[in-house]
T-cell receptor
Framework: AQRVTQPEKLLSVFKGAPVELKCNYS??????LFWYVQYSRQRLQLLLR?????SIKGFTADLNKGETSFHLKKPFAQEEDSAMYYC???????????WGLGTSLAVNP | GAVVSQHPSRVICKSGTSVKIECRSL??????MFWYRQFPKQSLMLMAT?????????EQGVEKDKFLINHASLTLSTLTVTSAHPEDSSFYIC?????????????FGPGTRLTVT
């Protein structure tokens, strides 16, 4: 079954601390994984995609096929990183995304 | 680039009436558009996938006669909530996938808050 699991509903860290938002997936094919972010009162926007292997706003995410994980990391969290983060898996012929339940990140001053 | 708009941003309607929500890709052609519901502090629930010029594919448990989707052009998809009930009150979000390439990447609209009284 195709599934995305984000085990933490809420993650609270202090400014400057490292942060890791966990994402595990279940998919029999070759996965295409994304992290989307939703800041307060804003639309969902793409943060990272695994095929780009890029760093956006200091965030990185590495696909680990052995552990079927795509955890999102940032070494030093900032207050403006406070948002809802969703991990998503691309699956199916109609190119739909399978979504995790999201993790709310709160970065405290 | 890759901007998706939705109209209206907020709508209040009476129970039993129908409401139409528009989703437009402003600067790209969208082969596929997706319609989601988002409940407060919860994840996205995919309702249906629409491809330009063909019938929408609905997710399990979504009533296609209640949530009518039309994808008439490569830049416009509409969702009509028919005979709305208070339980249909929700935040409806559309997204669009670019015609170019085979990526799964979706661009999201700002959402429409529907309140049925």
């Amino acid at each position: 079954a195709q599934r995305v699991t984000q085990p933490e509903k809420l993650l609270s860290v202090f400014k400057g601390a490292p942060v890791e938002l966990k994402c595990n997936y279940s998919y029999s094919g070759s996965p295409e994984l994304f992290w989307y972010v939703q800041y307060s009162r804003q639309r969902l926007q793409l943060l990272l995609r695994h095929i780009s292997r890029e760093s956006i706003k200091g965030f990185t995410a590495d696909l680990n096929k052995g552990e079927t994980s795509f955890h999102l990391k940032k070494p030093f969290a900032q207050e403006e990183d406070s948002a809802m983060y969703y991990c998503a898996l691309g699956a199916g012929n109609n190119r739909k995304l399978i979504w995790g339940l999201g993790t709310s990140l709160a970065v405290n001053p | 680039g890759a901007v998706v708009s939705q109209h209206p941003s907020r709508v209040i309607c009476k129970s039993g009436t129908s409401v139409k929500i528009e989703c437009r890709s402003l600067d790209f052609q969208a082969t596929t558009m997706f319609w989601y519901r988002q409940f407060p502090k919860q994840s996205l629930m995919l309702m249906a996938t629409s491809n330009e010029g063909s019938k929408a594919t609905y997710e399990q448990g979504v009533e296609k006669d209640k949530f009518l989707i039309n994808h008439a052009s490569l830049t416009l998809s509409t969702l009509t909530v028919t005979s709305a009930h208070p339980e249909d009150s929700s935040f409806y979000i559309c997204s669009a996938r670019s015609r170019a390439g085979g990526s799964y990447e979706q661009y999201f609209g700002p959402g429409t808050r529907l309140t049925v009284t």
